[in-house]
């Protein structure tokens, strides 16, 4: 059997360029005839630089093909598609925007805006009355990866022990749970009940529920050694995923949606 030729930053440049030539083109597809990588333009009428969508046709789910089908000829729709790729850009710039607001440059004059707004939060916290460029220089120091990590140990160990259940949550679980809450607040249905919208930590899967009531469970999450599966109080399938990233999550939209209306009844 012939080994597909693996896709570069070549054929990438080849496809952005033909796109960038091609203003009524909304969306570009690469392919090496097994994978299929999607691609919407930026404002400046380039591609973005990572695929909004990858299908491989020798490894697929029920979410990609759900995804595949608003690609269908007949009732293609861009504008839809747009939209949707749209929304996994911005959950996927998440972390690389939490990312630039919590790395401070080593030289005080390259702090940016947002950087010094950022140190304002901690000194009002730590009781300072007036923010001066005196006090500025006193806590940019002390803002680094040892303190960070020191701080967020702490936030992991208060919610465990604010679980009562000896559970700890793990990182791709609070992932999972922001990434849910996005997908919820950006949809005009559900954004009005978001502050309802918890997570219960049990010992062999992970709930988003409404109104921290484990029977209002919106969608869970189980993790064992060979596989990650996604499930809904609203479906009684569930459904294994790659990982926990906004690409795989957001294939389950309509899903994670209908379940939090079902559990408003």
């Known amino acids: 059997m012939i080994n597909p030729t693996r896709l570069t930053h070549q054929n990438f440049r080849q496809l952005d360029e033909y796109c960038f030539r091609t203003p009524s083109a909304k969306i570009g597809v690469l392919t090496n005839g097994i994978v299929y990588q999607f691609f919407t333009k930026t404002q400046t009428n380039a591609l973005e630089v ?25 009732l293609i729709d861009t504008k839809i598609i747009t939209e949707r790729a749209s929304e996994i850009y911005f959950f996927d710039r998440f972390d690389d925007a939490l990312y630039e607001s919590l790395k401070m440059p080593n030289n005080i004059k390259e702090l940016t805006p947002s950087n010094k707004s950022f140190l304002e939060i901690i000194f009002r916290n730590m009781g300072g009355k007036r923010f001066t460029d005196s006090a500025l220089e ?12 020191s701080a967020l140990d702490r936030v992991i160990k208060e919610e465990n022990i604010n679980s009562n259940t000896g559970i700890i949550t793990t990182s791709e679980e609070i992932k999972f749970y922001n990434i849910v809450k996005t997908i919820l607040g950006l949809s005009p249905k559900t954004k009005k009940q978001l502050d309802r919208v918890g997570y219960r930590d049990f010992k062999n899967f992970f709930g988003i529920v409404l109104d921290d009531n484990q029977r209002k469970g919106i969608c869970y999450l189980r993790i064992d050694k060979t596989k990650k599966t996604i499930s809904f109080s609203s479906d009684p399938n569930s459904y294994e995923i790659k990982n926990i990233s906004v690409e795989e999550i957001t294939k389950y939209k309509s899903q994670i949606i209908q379940s939090f209306l079902k559990n408003l009844d």
Not at 50 to 63: C, D, I, R, V, W
Not at 138 to 149: D, E, F, G, M, R
Request: charged share 15%; proline share 5%; hydrophobic share 45%.
């Open 50 to 74: 990572n695929p909004f969508f990858t299908f491989n046709l020798k490894e697929h789910s029920g979410g990609d093909i759900e995804m595949l089908a608003l690609f269908q000829r007949q």
């Open 138 to 149: 006193q806590i940019h120091p002390l803002v680094n990866a040892i303190s960070l990590k």
